[in-house]
């Protein structure tokens, strides 16, 4: 979402192209599709529109009709099968084709198949958006040594023009020291739980998560500086998750999902009682008294 606010475009409006289909990738794209749902400015979006938006390749290839009939393709990824007329060549579908085809917006991997994003693949992808275009490339797997593209790579061969993060921590690259972002729930996950504790919600919804998602996203540096990472420091990080709490909290009200008086609250007390909440990590100090002791 931040590299979108970046690229001054709309969710609904991306190409994902998602090598890996296991059950990291399958997640990735059912929480972009949710999102795309939840904040499409056009309210008539189906879920069928919305999941015609990616396109999942995994060691056979890009799941299509054709791999389904082999019997090749599992039984919850049936809802992203692409229709065999919808790609030109029913031969050749592996992730170099599907990116010509496809010219994504957003090259996401979770494969563990290191070296994957080929100089060919990137090439393929920032000439698809054209010479001004700017790639969202998000090498997801870890450790390091498992990474699609190297985030120097993937600056080099699209001219410094990809936005990129990643799964593991990367120095910045090129002679800007583009800050990487490493994609870790840190930045998140406590922020989802406390929101969700405080709001007295029954369960956390998928809007309430994607809620959170969203103030994420409005925080990132990259916003303001275009060399900055598409994710805020970890240094930031209880602030950060103060912020998705209170986003969390907000959607829970705005959707009924919140429990007793919370309904109540306005946005100053929301962030009041998310303060009085966070805990921190400080200790008195302690003096020996020898008298004490006795």
Known sequence: ??????????????????????????????????????????????????????????????????????????QDLMEFVRK?????????????EVVKQVKP????????????FTQEVVEAMQE??????????????????LVEVTPEDAYRWTKGRALIATGSPFDPVGEEKYEIAECNNALIYPGLGLGSIISQSKSLTDTMIIAGAQRLAALAPSLKDPTAALLPDFADAPEVNLEVAVAVIEQAIKEGSAGGSVNGWSEEEIRDRVREKVWKPVYGTYVYDEAGME
Request: glycine share 12%.
């Open 105 to 116: 917006t957003v090259l996401i991997g979770c494969s563990t198949h290191a070296g994957a």
């Open 128 to 145: 698809g958006l054209g010479e001004q275009g700017r790639p969202i490339i998000f090498p997801l797997s870890n450790p390091s040594r």
């Open 84 to 96: 065999e007329e919808s790609f030109q060549s029913s031969d050749e579908s592996g992730l170099l």
């Open 1 to 74: 979402m931040a590299a979108i606010g970046v690229t001054k475009t709309r969710l609904e409006d991306q190409r994902f192209v998602i090598y890996g289909a296991g059950s990291a990738g399958l997640g990735i794209a059912r929480q972009l599709r949710d999102a795309i749902l939840s904040t499409s400015d056009n309210q008539q979006i189906t879920g069928e529109e919305a999941n015609s938006r990616f396109w999942l390749v995994d060691k056979h290839g890009l799941i299509k009709e054709s791999i389904v009939a082999s019997g090749q393709v599992r």
